[in-house]
């Protein structure tokens, strides 16, 4: 079955440290790959996403991520966080011949001022 | 405002009513997804419309219904609600940039 995995359920940071939360999908196929973010209360927001091309995405708000693809992984990453960062992080694949999305089960973020 | 509107923002119902949730997609987009969002289940796919005809279906009970009409709105008709229910239940709207989301529909099943 087509799937989408997040390991990390919660991290916690302090603000300045480095994050990487990890994605991986379980398919060999073509892939579209997006990070979406949702603050408290609010609606998905999409950071980045990946189609084609260089694997290395850049997205907003300093965020990027890697497109692995001999490890079905797309990781994100930012290199300092900040306290506004504290949101939930959901990682969704567009599987080739599949229209709709299929997302991790998320990654709650917590910044630590 | 991401372009895709939803209405209402929230709505508290009893069990065994019935419930419509409204999907507004962004200008030109054709596609509309429905999700439901719970603690428990995460990201939920539930249905896709395209153009007014069913796409595809996901994990939907058949309690529920949804339609996409000629001017492109979907409405997610739920009823014989319970408790389990109770969920945040967003649309999307899709072009080929990529996916965009509404605010959702708080529900709550009392």
């Known amino acids: 079955a087509q799937s989408v995995s997040q390991h990390n359920h919660h991290v916690i940071l302090s603000e300045a440290a480095s994050l990487e939360l990890g994605c991986n999908y379980s398919y060999g196929g073509t892939v579209n790959l997006f990070w979406y973010v949702q603050y408290p209360g609010q609606h998905l927001q999409l950071l980045l996403k990946?189609?084609?091309?260089?694997?290395l995405v850049k997205g907003i708000k300093g965020f990027e991520a890697e497109f692995i693809k001999s490890k079905f992984s797309f990781n994100l990453r930012k290199p300092s966080v900040q306290w506004s960062d504290t949101a939930e992080y959901f990682c969704?694949?567009?599987?080739?011949?599949?229209?709709?999305?299929?997302f991790g089960t998320g990654t709650r973020l917590t910044i630590i001022p | 405002d991401s372009g895709v509107t939803q209405t209402p923002k929230h709505l508290i119902t009893a069990t065994g009513q019935r419930v419509t949730l409204r999907c507004s997609p962004r200008?030109?987009?054709?596609?509309v997804y429905w999700y439901q969002q719970s603690l428990d289940q995460g990201l939920q796919f539930l249905i896709q419309y395209y153009n007014g005809e069913e796409r595809a279906k996901g994990n939907i009970l058949e309690r529920f219904s949804a339609q996409q009409f000629p001017d492109l709105h979907s409405e997610l008709n739920l009823s014989s609600l319970e408790l389990g229910d109770s969920a945040l239940y967003f649309c999307a709207s899709s072009s080929s940039a990529g996916y965009t989301f509404g605010s959702g529909t708080r529900l709550t099943v009392v």
């Open positions: 200008s030109g987009d054709l596609s």
């Open positions: 969704a694949v567009n599987f080739f011949g599949n229209e709709k999305l299929t």
């Open positions: 990946y189609f084609s091309g260089d694997p």
